[in-house]
């Protein structure tokens, strides 16, 4: 169940919107569906109509993520988006050296931005040691982007 929780909290929101729309669609032309869901006539007639809108906005969303690609640098209510990161900059493999683990990798070059991702103890992570100031930008194994802060970091040759 746990592994089915954290499936959905890892799938992007669009897609999410998708799957329930199709979903949707497909209940407005049943009248069972796997012996658990029942849809009563008065269902029917609001489902397609749900379904067409949950749909059209899984599909926009999508569709708009894909033309304007990560959001990366820009504000978003306060938070900042770390910058995409490609291979070829100067990021480099590091690991934490803080006395307390987790080291927060955070959305933003402070203490005051919210954690994107816990990073553990001898996790391999990489840094861009071109950054400026007590925070580098960073990314996970798994391609998670933010910022760290620089005296946690443990370089690792």
Request: glycine share 10%; proline share 10%.
């Amino acid at each position: 169940m746990q592994d089915a929780i954290k499936a959905v909290q890892d799938t992007p929101i669009p897609n999410l919107l998708i799957a329930a729309g199709l979903l949707f669609l497909l209940l407005g032309f049943v009248n069972k569906l796997g012996g658990f869901i029942e849809v009563s006539p008065e269902q029917k007639k609001l489902t397609i109509p749900i379904g067409l809108l949950v749909l059209t906005a899984g599909l926009v969303l999508s569709m708009r993520m894909t033309t304007l690609g990560p959001i990366g640098g820009h504000t978003n209510g306060g938070e900042v988006n770390p910058p995409p990161i490609k291979p070829e900059t100067g990021y480099v493999r590091a690991t934490t050296n803080d006395p307390n683990p987790p080291t927060s990798l955070r959305n933003g070059p402070g203490s005051d931005y919210a954690i994107v991702v816990p990073i553990q103890k001898d996790e391999i992570f990489f840094v861009d040691l071109q950054g400026s100031g007590d925070w580098l930008p960073a990314r996970t194994a798994d391609n998670k982007n933010g910022y760290i802060y620089r005296p946690l970091v443990r370089l690792i040759k």
